[in-house]
């Protein structure tokens, strides 16, 4: 009965004429994990609808929920750009029609464009009847990210793409590696109404760093992974700081320091910045926890009269995903 039900929904997508995919929003970085690290968010990402179409080229017919601020011109638009990419990888010369629902903020620090384009990419891959493995599909969405901010760089896409926690192993060649870990973590997720530009974000951040500094840092980063591999809770806490990027970012985000506190005094195990900002996170090991250190994080925000969105997710295991 299961190989009759298969081969009946291989045909069904081999005659269908469109597929609406969700691709989830992330956290980059992961606190000292800067451009290595990061993690799938549940019930928080982007769709998109996509439609084959006669004509030889990737066209947008709308986009909702950017205020009119995404390019429309698809080698310009992270979602178009993975598409453009897959049906290069697979010389393919179709036509595709798309639809783009974003549902994350722009500038968000949440891999708003990297959604967008996991989205995209994931569509048109069951769209032209799965010809790829999602681990292959990684370089057309770090050419999305290219156009994004300048830089192809895989820990946002990477987690949207596959869900659950990445490490970037290497940028070139590219190499992701899922970090598996039986501790069922939530993350509480602050977004101010404020918006930090992926580009100049990276600005401000140093372009030397002491060799003291470093190791602490490479230390950081040896322990978080460690933690979630020996599911260990104490050392994932003592492993979430940063000396390095979160310093020069904080900056830019009001008090962020006074939300932090909140976090670790309301049991969080660690609190960070989300990506390049101005999102800031909270690791919490159940959702008990997480949901107090939410509302913590928020009140710092409400007491300064700062508008914000507050969320409350457990990782997201699945990643990109048919809807």
Same mark, same amino acid.
């Given at each position: 009965?299961?190989?009759?039900?298969?081969?009946?929904l291989?045909?069904?997508?081999?005659?269908?004429?469109s597929?609406?995919?969700?691709?989830p929003?992330?956290?980059?970085?992961?606190?000292?994990g800067?451009?290595? #690290?990061?993690?799938?968010?549940?019930?928080?990402?982007? /769709? =998109?609808?996509?439609?084959?179409?006669?004509?030889?080229?990737?066209?947008?017919?709308?986009?909702?929920?950017?205020?009119?601020?995404?390019?429309?011109?698809?080698?310009?638009?992270?979602? %178009?750009? +993975?598409?453009?990419?897959?049906?290069?990888?697979?010389d +393919?010369?179709?036509?595709?029609? *798309?639809?783009? @629902?974003?549902?994350?903020?722009?500038? !968000?620090?949440?891999?708003? &464009?990297?959604?967008?384009?996991?989205?995209? *990419?994931?569509?048109?891959?069951?769209?032209?009847? @799965?010809?790829?493995?999602?681990?292959d599909?990684? !370089? %057309?969405?770090?050419?999305?990210?290219?156009?994004?901010?300048?830089t192809?760089?895989?820990?946002? =896409?990477?987690? +949207?793409? #596959?869900?659950?926690?990445? #490490?970037?192993?290497?940028?070139?060649?590219?190499?992701?590696?899922?970090?598996?870990?039986? #501790?069922?973590? @939530?993350?509480?997720?602050?977004?101010?109404?404020? *918006?930090?530009?992926?580009?100049?974000?990276?600005?401000?951040?140093?372009?030397?760093?002491?060799?003291?500094?470093?190791?602490?840092?490479?230390?950081?980063?040896?322990?978080?992974?460690?933690?979630?591999?020996?599911?260990?809770?104490?050392?994932?806490?003592? +492993?979430?700081?940063? %000396?390095?990027v979160?310093?020069?970012?904080?900056?830019?985000?009001?008090?962020?320091?006074?939300?932090?506190?909140?976090?670790? &005094?309301?049991?969080?195990?660690? %609190?960070?910045?989300?990506?390049?900002?101005?999102?800031?996170?909270?690791?919490?090991?159940?959702?008990?926890?997480? /949901?107090?250190? &939410?509302?913590?994080?928020?009140?710092?925000?409400?007491?300064?009269?700062?508008?914000?969105?507050?969320?409350? !997710?457990?990782?997201?295991?699945?990643?990109?995903?048919?809807?």
């Amino acid at each position: 009965p299961f190989a009759f039900l298969q081969k009946h929904l291989i045909l069904i997508f081999m005659t269908q004429k469109s597929v609406r995919a969700y691709a989830p929003a992330t956290i980059a970085n992961v606190s000292c994990g800067f451009d290595v #690290l990061g993690l799938a968010l549940e019930n928080l990402g982007d /769709e =998109v609808v996509l439609r084959l179409q006669d004509k030889s080229e990737v066209s947008i017919t709308k986009i909702e929920g950017d205020g009119g601020k995404l390019p429309l011109d698809p080698t310009k638009n992270t979602c %178009c750009v +993975s598409i453009i990419e897959f049906l290069k990888k697979i010389d +393919s010369k179709q036509g595709i029609a *798309v639809e783009l @629902y974003k549902k994350l903020p722009l500038g !968000s620090g949440m891999g708003s &464009s990297a959604s967008s384009a996991v989205a995209g *990419v994931w569509a048109a891959n069951a769209l032209m009847n @799965y010809p790829l493995r999602k681990e292959d599909l990684l !370089s %057309c969405v770090m050419e999305a990210e290219r156009v994004a901010c300048g830089t192809a760089h895989a820990d946002n =896409v990477a987690p +949207s793409l #596959l869900g659950g926690i990445v #490490l970037i192993q290497s940028n070139q060649p590219l190499e992701a590696v899922s970090i598996p870990t039986h #501790l069922h973590l @939530y993350c509480s997720v602050l977004h101010p109404d404020l *918006v930090v530009n992926t580009k100049d974000s990276r600005r401000v951040l140093p372009t030397e760093i002491p060799l003291q500094l470093a190791t602490k840092q490479w230390g950081y980063i040896a322990g978080l992974v460690a933690g979630f591999l020996k599911n260990d809770m104490g050392l994932i806490s003592r +492993s979430m700081h940063d %000396c390095i990027v979160e310093p020069v970012r904080a900056k830019l985000i009001p008090h962020f320091y006074a939300v932090k506190e909140a976090a670790l &005094s309301a049991g969080a195990l660690g %609190c960070s910045i989300s990506g390049s900002g101005p999102t800031i996170f909270a690791l919490s090991e159940n959702r008990i926890i997480a /949901e107090r250190v &939410s509302e913590k994080m928020q009140s710092v925000f409400i007491q300064h009269r700062i508008k914000s969105n507050v969320y409350t !997710s457990p990782i997201n295991q699945e990643g990109g995903k048919i809807i």
